[in-house]
Nanobody, 115 residues
Framework: QVQLVESGGGLVQPGGSLRLSCAAS????????MGWYRQAPGKQRELVAS???????TYADSVKGRFTVSRDNAKKTVYLQMNSLKPEDTAVYYC?????????WGQGTQVTVSL
């Protein structure tokens, strides 16, 4: 069973930056397209960014130009650099495979953007 451990969240002011990390225990990680998802209170979970095994990145329109996804296959880790954060980015952020998430989700990491 894969384990996903997200970290790096916190409280940041609007315009600030955070870097999220997600460590995976799964063998074959390097062959898996990974995504960063987020879920705000009262809203459905949404995909914000994904990265293929070859490093091709895609982004939701709401974060394009502000967020950057990357990965280190040797460390089985995927990252999300978030710049120019806005209050509407406040959510719990998760990583998982894309487009077919693993059954198990990590605990997520809370990102709060507020004065």
């Amino acid at each position: 069973q894969v384990q996903l451990v997200e970290s790096g969240g916190g409280l940041v002011q609007p315009g600030g930056s955070l870097r999220l990390s997600c460590a995976a225990s799964r063998s074959g990680f390097s062959l898996t397209t990974m995504g960063w998802y987020r879920q705000a209170p009262g809203k459905q979970r949404e995909l914000v960014a994904s990265i293929t095994s070859g490093g091709t990145e895609t982004y939701a329109d709401s974060v394009k130009g502000r967020f950057t996804v990357s990965r280190d296959n040797a460390k089985k880790t995927v990252y999300l650099q978030m710049n120019s954060l806005k209050p509407e980015d406040t959510a719990v952020y998760y990583c998982n495979a894309f487009p077919m998430p693993f059954i198990s989700w990590g605990q997520g990491t809370q990102v709060t953007v507020s004065l």
